[in-house]
T-cell receptor, first 117, second 111 residues
Framework: GAVVSQHPSWVICKSGTSVKIECRSL??????MFWYRQFPKQSLMLMAT?????????EQGVEKDKFLINHASLTLSTLTVTSAHPEDSSFYIC?????????????FGPGTRLTVL | QQPVQSPQAVILREGEDAVINCSSS?????VHWYRQKHGEAPVFLMI?????EQKGHDKISASFNEKKQQSSLYLTASQLSYSGTYFC????????????FGQGTRLTINP
């Protein structure tokens, strides 16, 4: 099956620092990856759509300069939270679309819990 | 634009059945169902395409009523492992790429 990994699983950092989260599709090539943020007991909120080799498409209200997304290859996308602040603390989840499937199913990574002190 | 799920929460005893609905005010191309356990990422359950699809796996099935723009997820003879929050994600048209998720339905199965 389609497997997506994320690294790290959790990270605690000080306010003002930058944090990078990696998302990898392990057994398939993902031309499109998605980044979500989820606050406790809330739904998945799409932050941006990441296409390999091109600039990410950000959802309304998401700061492009704060959440840097790089989709360097067909199996790797990274999210960098720059100058993190406590309000950025959240569960960040990536998903990858398996283009082999005609239905374009999205498979989610295990998520990264970010805590900013 | 966010689909509406109902109910918001449901508590069952093991072996009972549950139905979770997902409704949209806009025409849809597909509905994707996921289950998420606390602290974990959502796990894909199934996808339904417009055209009135119905499908199932084991004791979990789903349908998509294109006219009503509503999808229902059916959990039959629920097991403890079915506990979690269920999300529907909707795709407005083929190639839309992104999914818009409902607010979730929290399902608790008690012994």
């Amino acid at each position: 099956g389609a497997v997506v990994s994320q690294h790290p699983s959790w990270v605690i950092c000080k306010s003002g620092t930058s944090v990078k989260i990696e998302c990898r599709s392990l057994d398939f090539q993902a031309t499109t990856m998605f980044w979500y943020r989820q606050f406790p007991k809330q739904s998945l909120m799409l932050m941006a759509t990441s296409n390999e080799g091109s600039k990410a498409t950000y959802e309304q209200g998401v700061e492009k300069d704060k959440f840097l997304i790089n989709h360097a290859s067909l199996t790797l996308s990274t999210l960098t939270v720059t100058s993190a602040h406590p309000e950025d603390s959240s569960f960040y989840i990536c998903s990858a679309r398996d283009g082999r499937e005609s239905t374009d199913t999205q498979y989610f990574g295990p998520g990264t819990r970010l805590t900013v002190l | 634009q966010q689909p509406v799920q109902s109910p918001q929460a449901v508590i069952l005893r093991e072996g009972e059945d549950a139905v979770i609905n997902c409704s949209s005010s806009k025409a849809l191309y597909s509905v994707h169902w996921y289950r998420q356990k606390h602290g974990e990422a959502p796990v894909f359950l199934m996808i339904l395409l417009k055209g009135g699809e119905q499908k199932g796996h084991d004791k979990i099935s789903a349908s998509f009523n294109e006219k009503k723009q509503q999808s229902s997820l059916y959990l039959t003879a629920s097991q403890l492992s079915y506990s979690g929050t269920y999300f529907c994600g909707t795709e407005r048209y083929q190639g839309a790429q992104k999914l818009v998720f409902g607010q979730g339905t929290r399902l608790t199965i008690n012994p």
